[in-house]
């Protein structure tokens, strides 16, 4: 497979591999317009959380925060504020597992325990995977939102410049975008995210959150 094949499969997943998750959403396009959806995952933690909110708020711009409950144990606060801004939530696990590698009742069990403390209709998986089981059978109480664009900002091997192409070359209307407010990440995110918001806004997208009226 070409470096170029690789790039667009880890950056826009292929149909076939978003047919292991029926039911999933990966794209919310606008009947008019162009939209896109801004979303986070990991949070919240202070040392990049609160830039993250100061920053969206300089843009006036609103996003989904994906958030690892047991971070929202740790960082109430924190949890709070991102909502208190205007900001939509959704559970990411509270242990931050990945199905393929947890028993469908032990995943099952770390979700519900997450969503005592999120309290969100929304359900994204740690890496994107789980076990056919488990996305049937979370279905059933959330809607599990994937993604169209993942930056991959936690990849060290990758420059800001790298991160922000992949918004500039795969976004359109309806992507669910991927960054990260983690240590991992941040060192990327902080350069990649502002100059994708700023270039996405110039090509008149705009920004809404997981939940809002897709027109």
Excluded at 15 to 39: C, D, E, H, Q, V
Excluded at 63 to 89: S, W
Excluded at 176 to 194: E, G, Y
């Amino acid at each position: 497979m070409s470096l170029r094949l690789v790039e667009r499969f880890i950056c826009r997943v292929p149909m076939w591999y978003r047919a292991l998750f029926p039911g999933a959403t990966w794209r919310i396009p606008a009947k008019s317009g162009k939209s896109i959806y801004l979303t986070f995952d990991d949070g919240p933690i202070p040392e990049v959380t609160p830039w993250v909110l100061d920053t969206l708020d300089e843009l006036g711009v609103k996003a989904t925060f994906f958030c690892v409950a047991d971070n929202v144990c740790r960082y109430p606060e924190l949890f709070a504020e991102i909502q208190r801004r205007g900001h939509q939530v959704g559970n990411h696990t509270f242990h931050h597992l990945q199905g393929l590698k947890v028993r469908t009742q032990n995943y099952l069990r770390d979700v519900k325990a997450a969503d005592e403390l999120i309290n969100s209709r929304f359900f994204r998986p740690p890496h994107g995977h789980m076990r056919f089981m488990q996305t049937i059978l979370l279905s059933n109480h959330y809607d599990i939102i994937m993604w169209d664009v993942i930056t991959r900002d936690y990849n060290k091997r990758l420059s800001p410049d790298q991160v922000f192409g992949s918004v500039r070359r795969y976004a359109r209307n309806g992507s669910i975008i991927t960054f990260h407010d983690s240590l991992k990440a941040i060192s990327n995110m902080q350069v990649a995210m502002p100059r994708a918001v700023r270039w996405l806004l110039d090509e008149g997208y705009v920004f809404k959150r997981l939940g809002d009226p897709a027109d």
